[in-house]
């Protein structure tokens, strides 16, 4: 995880300028795809991103939010991220 440490920042210094940003954690499973180089074929990530920002909106709709709040770390840096995208209610419901 510790080479995943400066993406969890970044992301998260990103997610926060463009959502109203409860909870945000990320695990790392690059490991899992060995014949990806990090630079050349980015992180795998998982994430957890909860906001208010969400409510009424379809999951299209906030993984584009999340999409866009990354901007170009989506084409670089980060190769795939699954993510669930959750209003502060349905985190609370799910824990």
Do not use: C
Not at 22 to 37: A, I, P
Not at 72 to 79: A, F, G, R, T, Y
């Amino acid at each position: 995880m510790t080479k995943s440490i400066p993406i969890k920042n970044t992301m998260e210094s990103k997610l926060k300028e463009a959502l109203d940003l409860h909870h945000f954690e990320v695990k790392d499973f690059t490991g899992r795809h060995l014949n990806h180089n990090l630079h050349d074929g980015g992180f795998h990530l998982e994430a957890v991103i909860v906001s208010e920002d969400f409510q009424n909106n379809s999951l299209v709709a906030r993984h584009k939010m999340v999409y866009q709040s990354l901007g170009d770390l989506m084409k670089h840096e980060i190769h795939a991220l699954s993510m669930k995208t959750l209003t502060i209610k349905e985190w609370e419901e799910s824990e």
